[in-house]
């Protein structure tokens, strides 16, 4: 038999049982021999639970047994799911593996090892769910080269955001929604402040450039300051805010960030709701292409998976390692002409001219107040929004200190993705 372990027994590696259980009769006929669970190995007592039948007392004990094919790591955190890949590689095993902040960390290291044993390292799920996009990028696009990738990657905030603003719901209310639905990190943080989808976006440019981005040089910054009034602001002007990892190459450099947007209704990514992440590539045979799909929960993630082990089945070796595994990307902050969407709270009137004389004339005046107008002035007191023109970034603080010296006060400040 084809025996496959499963290391981690919480929301998505309960899915990998279920899912493995469930479609044993097809894999055992893709493979034309017997596939199948055969341990799960979880902290927790397993009693009473479907996989109860199935629980292995270490990950030695798993090893020790020669059939064991695949060793699946839906372990969270870093230290210990990284420690299992080594060993399960080291002992010859292949390896699958949902955990976004191994690949992120080790992933040159893991292909390696993984390569020295005539053995795979996998992570379709380590990104965008149950979205395929690893696969995509390393096969399906091969004969492009990508230039640029922009995505919503993380499942948590678009589920958060969407919420927010449909629902007017709370952050908390919303982070414990998601909690609840098993989406977000076990430390919250990873997803609202942007680390998650940081690691989704390095895994992603490091495969796409064939160079390895380390998730550390990632500028990221999350959604804990987007306020209903910047919904509002964004909604009325014919924008959505979008959480975007986005990455470009060019010139042999890697520009990437990972930060709330206004997206142009009508934009590929701005009808990107709730818990579904998508991914649009640019490829210089492709052009666009767009991938999408649910970017997080157990099922899905669970169904990526599968679709490794899949693979495994048929290809069991590489015949050459992945580009980005011997060679570091030069990352840069982004240095493009950009619009900025501007929310200030002012102390006094500043009329739509005015705002048009510092941000120049395409400027776009947004109020949140009532439904006026939007060329008429803002009043004392109130919120009120620019979007302007395309600038290069190091032109802003000469805008943003005439704002200032004017009595407004900058209380956030997003790029426009047109
Ligand atoms: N917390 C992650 C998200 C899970 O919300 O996208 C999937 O990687």
Known sequence: ????????????????????????????????????????????DLTGTPYAEY???????????????????????????????????KAGRHVVTSNKAVVAAYGPELEK????????????????????????????LFANDIT??????????????????????????MLARAQKKGYAEADPSADVDGYDAARKIAILSSIAYGAFVDYRDVPCMGIR?????????????????????????????????????????GHL????NSVYNAILTKGNFTGDSLFYGQGAGKEATASAVVGDIVELLGTPRLPSLPE?????????PDDRPTRYYL??????QLSAGTLIDIFGEDTLCLYSKDERDPWEEINLESTGGVITPAYLPEELPEKIEALAALGAKLKLTLKVLD
């Open 1 to 44: 038999m084809y025996k496959i372990a499963v290391c981690g027994c919480g929301v998505v590696g309960s899915g990998v049982c279920d899912a493995l259980i469930y479609q044993k009769e097809k894999l055992s006929r893709r493979a034309a021999r017997e596939v199948g669970l055969a341990y799960v190995l979880d902290i927790r």
């Open 55 to 89: 629980k292995a007392e270490s990950l030695d004990s798993i090893l020790a047994d020669p059939e064991v094919e695949v060793v699946v790591i839906t372990i969270g955190g870093l230290d210990l799911a990284a420690d299992y890949c080594f060993r399960a590689l």
């Open 113 to 140: 090892l993984a390569f020295s044993k005539d053995r795979r390292f996998m992570y379709e799920a380590s990104v965008g769910g149950g979205i395929p996009i690893i696969r995509p990028l390393n096969i399906c």
């Open 148 to 173: 640029e990738i922009q995505g919503i990657l993380n499942g948590t905030t678009n589920y958060m955001l969407t919420g927010m603003y449909r629902r007017h719901a709370s952050f908390d209310e």
């Open 225 to 265: 300051n987007v306020a209903l009034v910047d919904h509002e602001l964004a909604d009325k002007a014919g924008f959505t805010l979008k959480l975007i990892a986005g990455s470009r190459f060019e010139d042999g450099k890697v520009y990437i960030s990972v930060e709330p947007k206004l997206v142009r209704k």
């Open 269 to 272: 990514l701005s009808d990107v």
């Open 324 to 332: 980005f595994v011997d060679k570091k990307a030069v990352v840069a």
């Open 343 to 348: 929310r200030f709270r002012s102390f006094r």
